[in-house]
């Protein structure tokens, strides 16, 4: 039997970061992903600073062999619409591809991986979690994504829960290949209803292309519009193109899933938490991966729910309480949405700082930072 201070459920953004705040604080850590790393996660791949910032990455040895794309500028619109582009004086965000970051954050915890290895078994006794049969822990880390196992034990994941549904393609350029996409200014084109939004991104030599939708229903006839758009524009050739991969995750302020269970703690999507008006979640799965760290620590080997507790009021510190009822939106009639919309993104002023730094680069929120 192996004996270890946590297990961590998946090596996702979430899963490594709160393995790499473990180690270094001395703890043993065992993570198991069903994958064998370098694994594919379908993601566009953009990350703000706070990213970078959070996990003290090393960007001048990251970029060495691994594509890190900074993006200094956006090109927004509504479907259909006319086009604004925003420029800033320095870099805003970067484009990493997701084979190549979440290797690299899970290889850097220096926590065991047990690679192609899935949550198989799970018992708790006085106190201790068993995992698989051959692991124990007094804690439980459910990292494992949108569909992950410790969630679904915890009774989150069932039907009917409030999912953005999306499909993307990633591909390489072929040498000589052009697309008009500049690679600092990833495009970003909105659903008239406000409730999806599609992206083409070129990272290097990749382009990655996506759609997300609120709700999913219909999606393959929105990814189908957006993509005739995108060639109709000329943003997109004919010759780029690739097979669409789907996935699903939860916002932070719809997800009813439970954040802390006796001995277990849920972080990045496995909790639901990527914001709402951009879909981030790279980010809210990194903190919230420190966060658990952080609670894992003081609880000093303790997993019982309350010891765990502290953990959900970092997470609403951080990210506020989830309201109970819909949002402000929500009940608003549709056409005022649409006419809000429209005036929103047509103003250059209001595309920079409400649509730019405020939903998507979350500018007014600083990294995160723990002793
Ligand atoms: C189309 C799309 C585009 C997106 N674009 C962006 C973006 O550009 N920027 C951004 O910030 N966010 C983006 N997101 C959201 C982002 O991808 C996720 O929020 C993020 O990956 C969450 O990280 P995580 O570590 O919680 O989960 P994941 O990255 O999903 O990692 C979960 C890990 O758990 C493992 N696992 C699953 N089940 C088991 C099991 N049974 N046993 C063991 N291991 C298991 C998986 O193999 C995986 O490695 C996008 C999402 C989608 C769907």
Known sequence: ?????????????????????????????????????????????????????????????????????????????????????????????????????????????????????????????????????????????????????????????????????????????????????????????????????????????????????VGGERLSAHVARFMDFLRRRERLPESVTGRLKGHAYLLYETAPRPLVGDGVLLVGDAAGLAYAQSGEGIRPAVESGLLAAQTILQARGRGGAADLEPYRRRIEARFGRRPSGRGFAGLLPSRLVEGLGAAVLASRWLTRRVVLDRWFLHAHQPALSLP
């Open 1 to 213: 039997m192996r004996r270890c201070d946590a297990v961590v459920v998946g090596g996702g953004p979430a899963g490594s970061s709160c393995a790499w705040a473990l180690r270094r604080a001395g703890r043993e850590v065992v993570v198991l992903d069903r994958a064998s790393f370098p694994r594919d996660k379908v993601c566009a791949g953009w990350i703000t600073p706070a990213v970078v910032a959070a996990l003290e990455l090393d960007t001048e040895e990251y970029r060495r062999g691994r594509t890190f794309q900074p993006i200094t500028a956006f090109r927004t619109g509504r479907i259909g619409g006319r086009d604004v582009v925003t420029r800033y004086p320095r870099a805003v965000s970067f484009g990493i591809r997701r084979c190549e970051f979440d290797h690299y954050l899970l290889c850097r915890a220096g926590a065991e991986v047990r690679p192609a290895t899935p949550l198989a078994g799970l018992h708790r006794a006085d106190g201790v979690w068993t995992v698989n049969g051959e692991i124990t822990a007094p804690v439980l880390v459910g990292a494992g994504g949108h569909f992950c196992p410790v969630a679904r034990h915890l009774g989150g994941g069932g039907a009917g829960e409030p999912v953005v549904a999306a499909q993307e393609f990633e591909v390489a350029l072929e040498p000589g290949e052009d697309c008009p996409v500049e690679p600092e200014a990833p495009e970003l084109y909105f659903a008239g209803d406000l409730k999806g939004y599609g992206w083409v991104f070129r990272k290097q030599g990749v382009v990655n292309v996506g759609y997300g939708r």
